[in-house]
């Protein structure tokens, strides 16, 4: 998995769309806490782990494109350890957000209100879509 700094945020090499999108938020709520919590330079380790584990549970989320906010998702896919890490850094940089990213943050609340989809259609999701097109024959070659 690549991680590419973008401005402030990172992006996935990987993610396309509103997941894409959610990462972005995610990354920069984890660039929030590290640099208040942990003062290092960039991430620190621990932080960037995270932020890796972040992407490929969005990467392989079955929602895909559809889905909803973690917190309203009835499919907890974070490990018990991950998810506390990850609730600690929302709980922290959610309110900050506002000041440093306020349009992903208004996009982030705005996404919460909205209805949880039916069950996910099989193979919906980023990864299995990413990797089809990998695998399929190039058009007009």
Same mark, same amino acid.
């Given at each position: 998995m690549l991680l590419i700094r973008i401005?402030?945020?990172m992006t996935s090499n990987m993610l396309m769309?509103?997941?894409a999108t959610?990462?972005?938020?995610?990354?920069?709520?984890i660039k929030i806490y590290c640099k208040d919590h942990h003062q290092s330079e960039g991430l620190c380790d621990e932080c960037h782990a995270l932020m890796e584990?972040? /992407?490929?549970?969005l990467d392989r989320c079955p929602y895909g494109e559809n889905k909803p906010t973690c917190n309203k998702c009835p499919i907890h896919c974070y490990?018990?350890?991950?998810?506390?890490?990850?609730r600690l850094v929302m709980r922290y940089a959610g309110p900050r957000m506002l000041l440093v990213h306020p349009i992903l943050a208004v996009r982030h609340l705005l996404h919460e209100k909205k209805a949880v989809p039916e069950k996910p259609a099989p /193979?919906?999701?980023?990864?299995?879509?990413?990797?089809?097109s990998k695998s399929s024959p190039q058009s007009g070659s």
């Open positions: 401005g402030s945020t769309g509103a997941l959610e990462f972005k938020t995610v990354s920069a709520m584990y972040a /992407e490929v549970r490990k018990k350890a991950q998810k506390e890490q990850m /193979e919906s999701s980023n990864r299995h879509k990413r990797l089809a």
